[in-house]
C-alpha cells in the first residue's frame, strides 16, 4: 500500500470510506479535526474528537467530557481490565475497517494467528510485547478514569463547603425556632395562669349575681305600726340604692372581665397559630437537615476517594488533570459560544453579542436574588 502506487490510492480510498461514516457510527465522539496523510510510506489518518456525554445525573453539567462514559453510551459496557470499553470498540473500529476494505477486494491478514515456533529468547521477548502492551491500555483506562473522577471529585468538594454552609444555617435556624417553640410555650402558660386567677373571680361574681337576683327575700318585715311611707323611705329606698350600686358595680366588673378574657382568646388563638406554624417551620428545617446530613455524608466518601487517589498518583498529577478538565470545559464552552454566533456582518455579530450579554446578566441577577430568597 505505498503511497504513489496504485495499491496506495486504493488504500485512500478505503480510508474515506471508513472516515465518512465515522462520526454517524459514533455520536458521542465529537470529531474537530481529521487529515489524510501520504507523506510517509503508507496512506494514514489522524482523527481528532472529543469524548461527551449528556444526560448526566451527577453534579455539575448535564454535558461533560468523558472517554468512558462516551463508550459505554453506544453499548461498549466494559468487562475487566483487560477488556475495557476503550478495547471493544477499537476491536469494533477494526472490523468496520476490515469490511470497507473487503469491498475493494483486500483482506485482513491478522498477523500472529500461524506463527512458527519461537525460541526460548523470541517468545520470551513477544510476551513481554505483549505485557507491555496490556499496561499501556490500562494506562489509558486509568487515565480516562482518574481524569472523570478528578472531575467529579473537584465538584464535590465545592458542593461539600456548600453542604457545610447550609447546614449551619439550618442549625442555627433549627435553633432560633426551637427558642420561638419555647418563648410560645411560655406565654402559653402564662395566659393559662392568668385564666386559673381569672376562673375564681368569674364564679364569685356570678354567685353574687344569683344571691341578688330576687329583692323579694332581701325586704325587711314592716312594723306593726309603721307608716308606708316610713316603710318606703326608712327601708326600701336605702335598700333599692344599695342594690342598684351594687349591680352596677359588679355589671361593671363583669364587663371588664369579659373584654379581658375576649382579650385573652384572641390572643391564645394567635398565639397558638404562631406556635403551630413555627412546629411546623422547625419539622420542616429537621427534615431538610437530615438530607443535608445524607448529602455531606455521600461527598464525604466522594472526597475520600479523591484523597485516595491524591495519595497514589500525587497533588501535582490530580491538580494537572483538574486543570486539564476545566480547560476543556472552556474550550467546548467557546466553541458552542462561536457555533451560535451568526454568520453575518460585524454589526450583526455585535448586536448578537450585546443581547447575549444582557440575557447572561439578567439570568446571573435572577440567580443572586433566588439565592437571597433562600437565605432568608
Known sequence: MAVGTDEGDLAVKVLNGYVKDFQKRNPTLRIFCCYLHQDEATPHLHIDFIPYVTGWKGKGMDTR????????????????????????????????????????????????????????????????????????????????????????????????????????????????????????????????????????????????????????????????????????????????IRLKNKVAAMAAQVKELMKEVENWKGKYQKLKQKYNGIQSELNDMRKDNQKLSEEKDILQGVSYRYDCVVRVLGIETVDAAVQQDIQNEKTLEEKRWMEQMPKGNIHERLVWGMKKSEMENQQRKKTKSKNREMER
Do not use: C
Open 65 to 240: 467530557v468523558s472517554m468512558k462514559q462516551a463508550l459505554k453510551s453506544p453499548g461498549f459496557q466494559g468487562g475487566n481490565k483487560h477488556d475495557t470499553e476503550l478495547n471493544q470498540w477499537i476491536n469494533h473500529e477494526k472490523e468496520v475497517l476490515a469490511e470497507i476494505a473487503k469491498q475493494y477486494g483486500i483482506e485482513w491478514e491478522q498477523k500472529g494467528t500461524h506463527e512458527e515456533h519461537l525460541d526460548v529468547y523470541n517468545f520470551k521477548k513477544k510476551e513481554r510485547k505483549k505485557e507491555v502492551q496490556k499496561l499501556e491500555q490500562e494506562k489509558e483506562y486509568l487515565t480516562a478514569e482518574n481524569e472523570e473522577l478528578t472531575a467529579q471529585i473537584a465538584e464535590s468538594r465545592v458542593d461539600i463547603q456548600v453542604l457545610k454552609d447550609d447546614k449551619e444555617q439550618a442549625i442555627k435556624a433549627k435553633q432560633e425556632a426551637e427558642q420561638k417553640a419555647g418563648n410560645a410555650e411560655k406565654e402559653l402558660k402564662s395566659l393559662e395562669d392568668r385564666r386559673e386567677q381569672l376562673q375564681p373571680i368569674m364564679d364569685n361574681v356570678s354567685k353574687e349575681i344569683k344571691e341578688y337576683g330576687t329583692v323579694k327575700t332581701l325586704l325587711p318585715e314592716a312594723g306593726t305600726l309603721e307608716r308606708a311611707v316610713t316603710y318606703r323611705d326608712k327601708k326600701i329606698k336605702p335598700l333599692f
